[in-house]
């Protein structure tokens, strides 16, 4: 038990049984819908149905809804192409971003405030959905995963972000790095990166969080259906519950997620868990740093 | 310093900074420019040079189109509602946590609140479709016990309630952050001394703890007083088929459907336009108060 200060009254009865209760609903409001999702997409066919829908109670588990969404298909591709969207993204991202933001990082550079002022006012405005689909089209990119990765490749945000991180790493090292004759690009890379391993990590899960929850631009640009991404699949076969199209164009419910049978409710929600993993992969090892980046990111100009 | 020297001096960093500002001048920039088809007769065959110039009738047509307006009214009474129930609740997250005395259930309920921010809207409106929708575990317990069904995704007139439920469960816990920034900053001391005056701890709270809350509640306020208009794309676009447009048509949806759906290109630049232009201005605007009333603001003066 951690001490409670002196001066403070010892709490009321409805205060000792009220905030415990609280915290509980609000972990439970957020955890026991992924609980149901998950134990669902694990249970058999008969477990379903004799639930008459979605299972709270686990019985008679198995992985066969894994299995035939992961062994080919329409999910299986949508995977891998939202894996790779990802990783080739946030790689793309995360390297110009800290390019960008050790650039404006150090003070009284040349056009340092200009540069800084363009990446600023992309704050207060966006461009409009209809232009930059003119744009994007114009450059031949629909249908193309470019598209995916292009237009959402900066973020301001996190740029600044990183930028003020940099900002705080003592001149005195830079400085001596450069008397020992290091270049920008060697000081960049052999004194402020490994020192700045935290933000790194933080910018880098934003990015990667946001290639593999886009979903708008694949709506926007993509209108080939072999190459959406998990997203779309998401968007169609649950919240719009409709088949998914196959390869080919056609529409089939069962071949074209590579089954046998029609899907059924274990399958669908295996969809859902498959959307949610990787987040779910990701977010202890990164959930440490975010009050401190999110705070720095706050202090902008 | 000459500007050739500083230039042979600062061109590593020059070059470090190029990829991003071509990336936002052909993604950011130059689509910005691109919204003068809102005063054209846009044609995809044409181009933007091809087309005919017909100064603000997209506007004008815009303004007598009561579907429009639907749109806007919408999006207003979207921001007054989050506004209300969205608003608080961080802030009363924030100073529930902030009274948990164990670090380790403290960080453990953070750990699971801001998880769902991670989520797509996708995946929020997939889960809140499970619980609560047509064939969702809610519908369906009721139907064990011999209740009739409700699906609470499908109606219009409670749609604006869901979508800020939706909101709450997705992101009130990482609005918590900041408010939880500005209470670890709070001096221990000023409770104690507050205490020895024989202030309870309603009377600390009044005092101490909402003053010190008060710059950052300020500020987030007039923020989003300034994204009036942005009330969110992803979440209306999944949902307005299954409420109809009536409820969930909003500016950015509006603007989707006029102009990419059905073609009307010039037409929907011109409400897109319009958004943005008004929320530039209501930005400018919440920013330029939060300078009057003493806080930093969205961009200091750098």
């Known amino acids: ?301 | 310093m000459s500007f050739r020297h500083r230039l042979r001096r600062d061109w590593p960093l020059l070059l470090m900074v190029l990829p991003v500002v071509v990336l936002l001048g052909v993604f950011h920039y130059f689509p910005t420019l691109g919204n003068v088809i809102a005063f054209q007769d846009y044609s995809p065959y044409a181009g933007i040079r091809g087309s005919d110039f017909i100064g603000f009738a997209n506007f004008s047509r815009m303004f007598s189109e009561p579907a429009f307006w639907k749109a806007v009214a919408n999006t207003l009474s979207i921001t007054t509602v989050q506004l209300i129930f969205f608003f608080p609740i961080p802030i009363a997250l924030a100073l529930l946590l902030n009274s948990v005395l164990s670090a380790r259930i403290r960080g453990l309920i953070q750990g699971v609140v801001y998880l769902p921010h991670f989520f797509s809207w996708v995946l929020v409106v997939s889960l809140f479709q499970q619980m609560i929708g047509g064939a969702g575990l809610l519908a369906q317990t009721l139907r064990d016990h011999g209740h009739s069904a409700v699906d609470l995704m499908t109606k219009p007139d409670t749609f604006i309630l869901l979508v800020t439920a939706q909101s709450v469960w997705k992101d009130a816990g990482w609005g918590m952050i900041v408010f939880l920034a500005a209470l670890s900053t709070i001096n221990p001391a000023l409770y104690e001394a507050a205490a020895a005056d024989g202030a309870n701890r309603w009377r600390r709270l009044w005092h101490i703890t909402l003053p010190a809350l008060r710059p950052v509640i300020v500020l987030l306020l007039i923020l989003r007083l300034g994204d009036a208009l942005t009330v969110g794309f992803e979440q209306f676009i999944l949902q307005r088929s299954a409420v109809g447009g009536g409820a969930a048509e909003v500016l950015d949806t509006y603007v989707y459907y006029q102009g990419l759906l059905v073609g009307d290109f010039g037409y929907g630049a011109a409400a897109g336009l319009f958004k943005g232009v008004v929320g530039l201005v209501l930005v400018l605007a919440a920013n330029r108060f939060a300078h009057l009333v003493g806080e930093q603001g969205v961009y200091s003066k750098s």
């Open chain 1, 1 to 301: 038990m951690t001490a409670r200060a002196v001066w403070e009254e010892e709490p009321t009865a409805v205060g000792r049984v009220g905030k415990p209760v609280v915290l509980a609903l609000i972990a439970l409001a957020v955890a026991f819908p992924l609980y149901v999702v998950v134990v669902t997409s694990l249970s058999t066919t008969e477990a379903v149905t004799r639930a008459g829908g979605l299972v709270v109670i686990p019985r008679e588990l198995t992985i066969a809804a894994y299995v035939q969404l992961l062994s080919g298909g329409v999910v299986t591709r949508a995977l891998v192409i939202s894996v790779g969207i990802t990783l080739v993204g946030t790689a793309f991202s995360l390297g110009i971003t800290v390019l960008a933001a050790y650039g404006l990082s150090r003070p009284g550079s040349l056009f340092h405030r200009p540069l800084l002022f363009v990446v600023l006012l992309t704050f207060l405005f966006g461009p409009g959905i209809i232009p930059s689909y003119l744009v994007v089209n114009s450059l031949g990119l629909i249908d193309h995963y470019a598209s995916l990765i292009l237009p959402a490749a900066i973020s301001g945000f996190n740029l600044i972000v990183m930028r003020s991180f940099f900002m705080g790493i003592p001149g005195e090292l830079i400085d001596s790095a450069r008397i020992d004759g290091a270049g920008e690009f060697a000081i960049l890379r052999r004194v402020v990166l490994p020192l700045s391993k935290a933000v790194v990590a933080v910018v880098g899960l934003f990015y990667a969080v946001g290639y593999w929850n886009a979903f708008f631009n694949a709506l926007l640009y993509i209108n080939d259906n072999s190459k959406w991404p998990l997203q779309m699949v998401l968007r169609t076969y649950i919240v719009q519950q409709q088949p998914l199209p196959t390869g080919a164009g056609g529409v089939a419910s069962g071949v074209g997620l590579g089954l046998q049978a029609a899907p059924g409710l274990a399958i669908k929600m295996a969809i859902v868990v498959i959307a949610i993993v990787p987040v779910l992969l990701v977010y202890p090892f990164i959930q440490r740093h975010f009050q401190k980046g999110v705070i720095i990111g706050a202090v902008k100009g």
